[in-house]
DNA sequence: GTAACTGCAAAATATTTGCATCCTT
DNA sequence: AAGGATGCAAATATTTTGCAGTTAC
């Protein structure tokens, strides 16, 4: 996809919200997140770039978006790392308290940034920090497609 | 910790209510996982019995067990990934639809086997198949200590 | 111009596979 | 005795680190 011009202003304004410096390899990543807003893994990221940016620098553009919270990471039951860019990281506040779905038949993460995690009574002596929420099972676009 | 007559009997029973060989490398690494209810990883495991036991070993056992029911995975943030035997595991009912606590503190991952995944209201088209959830906060035994 | 970012090489870590040998049943 | 489990070696995959060259501001 294009960068067009105000696409990548848009880019810009994210990076450098965070003190960071609006290169290349930046904008392409972040804009794959802003036009998927699905969880992407560095294997799926390194596979649509991977001709064009090192390996590596993949790996570190990742931990830094995390570090600035552009993308926040997700806990899945294998052991790959997912990484998913969410409105509100993008409006500036960090926070994770909404639910992943994760679909079975398409494979993809979604954020469902408007279900926010459930409050839960545990048992005496246990503190809540926080609450992540992993649903597996269809979504909505696969569950309206024959098959 | 010594396997007395009738821990070995209760490690026995477990596998071989799976169809798998009482071997010695399985029992050790199940008495791991009976002894702590902990999460544990393969590191963990690697480091209590790595002298004993080769790290593929580990590997294999490790992916026998959840196959057979015996442990199941728990998603994390981090690349890491945690198994932990559950009451429902042991007793053969293998379902994961309770609570994973992870301590801040004291890092450990325990099953909150009476706290149940919440039932969640997901926007139209989204169909659930499981729901896992992850706390992090302060454990029982981390809160009650001073510091 | 300077600090920060990137690419390359290589190290470190993690996981998987093949096969000969050993152990459980 | 036979099939499955283990250990060892090695292949493969994943992530991290160091450093020299390049780029953003």
Known sequence: ?????????????????????????????????????????HGIIEKEVGDKFDRVTI????????????????????NSVLYALCKECEEGHHHDDHVHFICTRCERTICLDDVVSPKLELPDGYVTDSVQVVIHGICKDCSSEPG
Chains 1, 2 share one sequence.
């Open 59 to 78: 790996y570190r553009t990742l931990q830094t978006f995390e570090e600035k919270g552009i993308v926040h990471t997700i806990p899945t039951a294998d």
């Open 1 to 41: 996809m294009m960068e067009t011009k105000s696409t990548t202003t848009r880019l810009n304004d994210i990076l450098h919200r965070r003190q960071l410096s609006s290169t290349e390899s930046r904008r392409k990543i972040l804009s794959l997140f802003l036009n998927s807003h699905d969880a992407l893994t």
